[in-house]
């Protein structure tokens, strides 16, 4: 029987670089369900509670449910990414696209928090607020990514004090994009095997303490892992014309993380298992056909810990459930306001500007000149 890549019953298979296409998968819903297990992890922190702890985190032991979804986060933008940057080899529009998918979303949240909820919620008067230097830090400190979590008076009775605890993860993402970018400009993405290379000493260096290579980090499990689930995608993206997605690699990939779930680094099976799944599930009829035309979870996830934070303040009596649905449901309302109005119009002109910009600077693209005869 000759097996279709393009589209294939669950026993078949599909090649990866076919799922890739929009209307093959619909991991979207992936990125809002990982956005939503943020939520759900983040209230056992902001809400101690003895004898109640994460439902993965109890399972699994290794990691808990919000951890893996950042993870899960940094492999599928590792995998679409530089997927797109391989295919269009448009050094200006990758550049350009990213900073208009990250920062006017991530820029409004920091404002709304420094100039808005701050005051609100701060038990200080707002004339001694806004004299305070750390305002105005953590607004222009987080635009260029490093990160300040403290607001004068704000949510400070709570369990942490943070204002936004969820984007710390926003600058190693950033970190990540500026490292394919110089892979890409070395033109190591040409070269799949050395690529390969490159994956496995980043993937020793998480393993060995960052003793190699990234020796700046810090030693914080849901930060080392990072640059290994964000390298795991790009190399899932160089590889996808090979890669087949199927349920018995589904099987395969849970039995191996079963085989060695007791080995001291079963975590990264555990990884390879979800995000494999989540490749074979995204392609799944079932979940396609009602793909949504919006992607509310980056705005989710930038808007679930503040949302959080004050459901703690004002309601710590009605519990952690009530915390993780209400704030779900209205992260979910902001992050559809957050697409609507800002990150969907932000992606047009940064589509607008990357196409402009790349007629003026590099009309035929970094890679792609032709040669002096007129030929490809």
Request: glycine content about 8%; hydrophobic content about 50%; some cysteine.
């Amino acid at each position: 029987m000759t097996l279709d890549p393009r589209r294939a019953p669950d026993f078949q298979f599909m090649l990866l670089s076919t799922l890739l296409r929009k209307e093959n998968n619909n991991l979207d819903i992936f990125r809002v369900i990982a956005a939503a297990m943020v939520i759900y992890g983040h209230a056992y922190a902001l809400l101690p509670t003895a004898g109640q702890q994460d439902f993965l985190g109890r399972l699994l032991a290794i990691d808990y449910s919000g951890s893996i979804a950042v993870k899960v986060f940094f492999f599928l933008s590792g995998l679409v990414v530089t997927s797109s940057l391989v295919e269009k080899k448009d050094f200006f529009k990758f550049v350009i696209s990213r900073f208009f998918r990250i920062w006017p979303a991530f820029g409004a949240v920091l404002a709304a928090m420094a100039f808005v909820i701050g005051p609100i919620f701060s038990t200080h008067s707002p004339g001694n607020y806004f004299s305070n230097a750390t305002v105005y830090e953590y607004f222009l400190h987080g635009l260029i990514m490093d990160v300040r979590y403290e607001l004068p008076g704000v949510f400070q009775g709570n369990a942490i004090s943070a204002a936004n605890g969820s984007l710390w993860s926003i600058p190693f993402e950033v970190f990540a994009y500026i490292a394919l970018i110089a892979v890409f400009l070395l033109g190591l993405l040409k070269f799949r095997l050395l690529s390969v290379g490159v994956f496995l000493l980043i993937l020793v260096d998480s393993i060995t303490g960052h003793k190699l290579l990234l020796t700046w980090l810090p030693q914080n499990h849901e930060i080392t892992t990072l640059a290994p689930c964000f390298a795991a995608g790009s190399v899932f993206a160089l590889f996808k014309d090979k890669i087949k997605i199927h349920l018995k690699g589904v099987a395969g990939a849970w039995a191996l993380y079963f085989l060695f779930r007791e080995s001291t680094y079963s975590y990264y099976f555990l990884y390879l298992a979800v995000f494999y799944a989540i490749l074979f599930f995204s392609s799944q009829k079932a979940l396609v056909r009602p793909k949504p035309s919006i992607d509310v979870s980056y705005g989710m996830y930038l808007w679930g810990w503040p949302v959080q934070q004050i459901m703690a303040q004002y309601f710590p009596e009605w519990g952690i459930g009530f915390n993780q649905i209400a704030s779900i449901a209205i992260s979910a309302l902001l992050g559809y306001a957050s697409w609507l109005f800002i990150e969907k119009r932000a992606i047009k002109i940064g589509s607008d500007v990357g196409k402009w910009v790349s007629s003026k600077i590099a009309p035929r693209g970094l890679d792609s000149a032709k040669r002096p005869d007129g030929s490809a």
